[in-house]
């Protein structure tokens, strides 16, 4: 049997109304968009506002770009239903095609005036009620930085962008607007939240929280699935991550800063200290060294060593799983060392680099280079407290199996644990030599 071929589908006026027409065996159906135009008239009976040539409305009408885009939208839409149907030999009728366009009609208009930041803040709103419940607002940040960045972008633009317009246009024009420098600029009196000069992977984390934001406005039915299609690819295509040298403590070094003495002066710094060498021991993420919680350590039922068990942050609430931590003899001394109510800290990433900066242990140059000064960092200039997390995976990384080490992490997926792995260490010979060495 041979399949049914659908005629172009597309908008034309019917009186004032607005109507999506498609045609079968010279059988013309139609379904009305919503949107109307003046009666107004030319002497040949032409609709003033009606671009016949494009089959689309004139720029002067009002609303233009909101009506335009609710046409496009019906006009694809219509397309791609209709031509699911007719390869499967399905002609509707007129009342059947009106069925299944409405549902798309009432989710396209409504769309056309609610901005993106008023649904932005809804969805913000949804998200910190999520991570209140889960004991987690500092996982919050992101999404936070990602409404100022929006705020930020509508006063540069001087308007609110409305929800049919977010799409590639609307990505791009952000994706450009997240790389300009603009700490000093004012407008109207408003200050910009947000300073710029966004790298790859910041750029990276905000598109990311876009396509979670489309998704929000799917489960609404504000935008269809067209809409995340687009907003991944974009961020697929156009943002791309630059791997970067890890820098990482190898275990002399972890046990040189924990036995490290500072002078009376500085003794502040040991509580962060204790911090960083608690993280390098373990691979906790620091939001979970912040919720640790001494009810969930439990000896090991075959060793009796001591285990460290609780679903991470990151994943809780979600399908994530559980990371199981031994945990050694010095992080068993800095839990003893504080009651198991391990310091808290403001600003954990700074003061780490003030404390290895006083301890001169870490002073050697990488290869890193400060986008400031264009001079190389020094090795405590590049730690940060997740560090500690890389260090821990790439000192056990040789020694022990990958499906062991990702329980002691929680990863569930080998791609993301490899992404912690310090590549720079010096390459272990002992397997090779062992292997392939002529026995003599």
């Not at 040539?53 to 239903?81: C, F, H, Q």
């Not at 990702?406 to 390459?427: A, F, P, W």
């Amino acid at each position: 049997m041979n399949k049914l071929k659908l005629k172009r589908v597309i908008a034309k006026p019917n009186n004032t109304s607005i109507c999506i027409y498609y045609s079968k065996d010279g059988i013309e159906m139609m379904f009305p968009t919503g949107i109307s135009i003046s009666s107004d008239k030319y002497k040949s009976g032409l609709y003033k506002e009606w671009d016949y040539k494009d089959n689309m409305i004139k720029p002067e009408v009002e609303d233009y770009l909101t009506s335009k885009s609710a046409i496009e939208k019906l006009v694809k839409r219509g397309n791609d239903i209709l031509t699911d149907l007719f390869n499967n030999n399905v002609v509707p009728s007129a009342q059947e095609l009106k069925s299944l366009l409405s549902q798309e009609q009432k989710l396209i208009l409504s769309s056309t005036n609610q901005t993106i930041i008023d649904l932005y803040i809804s969805f913000h709103k949804t998200k910190e009620e999520q991570f209140i419940a889960n004991g987690t607002p500092i996982s919050l940040k992101d999404f936070t930085s990602t409404k100022n960045l929006i705020l930020d972008f509508d006063l540069y633009k001087g308007e609110s962008f409305k929800i049919y317009q977010f799409n590639t246009i609307w990505c791009k024009e952000m994706l450009n607007y997240m790389k300009i420098p603009h700490e000093d600029d004012v407008i109207k009196g408003k200050y910009y939240v947000t300073d710029g000069k966004l790298g790859g992977k910041a750029s990276k984390k905000r598109f990311d929280i876009f396509v979670q934001f489309a998704e929000f406005l799917k489960s609404h039915k504000l935008v269809n699935q067209d809409t995340i299609d687009e907003i991944k690819k974009f961020r697929k295509t156009n943002i791309k991550v630059p791997k970067t040298d890890k820098i990482t403590l190898d275990i002399d070094e972890i046990y040189s800063l924990y036995d490290f003495e500072f002078e009376e002066n500085d003794k502040k710094y040991e509580k962060i200290r204790d911090t960083f060498v608690f993280l390098c021991l373990t691979g906790m993420r620091y939001g979970d060294y912040q919720n640790f919680d001494k009810r969930f350590i439990q000896p090991n039922k075959l060793t009796n060593v001591l285990v460290y068990e609780r679903k991470a942050v990151k994943t809780k609430g979600s399908s994530g799983i559980n990371y199981k931590i031994p945990l050694c003899d010095i992080v068993i001394e800095i839990l003893e060392k504080y009651n198991y109510k391990l310091p808290y800290h403001l600003k954990p990433n700074i003061d780490i680099k003030d404390a290895l900066e006083v301890t001169e242990l870490f002073d050697e140059p990488t290869n890193i280079i400060d986008k400031k000064t264009g001079n190389e960092k020094l090795k405590y200039e590049c730690i940060s407290m997740h560090k500690g997390r890389d260090s821990f995976i790439t000192n056990l990384v040789d020694s022990t199996p990958l499906n062991t080490l990702m329980k002691y992490t929680g990863h569930s997926k080998l791609s993301t644990l490899q992404g912690y792995i310090d590549t720079n260490r010096e390459v272990e010979t002992e397997p090779i030599i062992k292997a392939f060495n002529r026995k003599l």
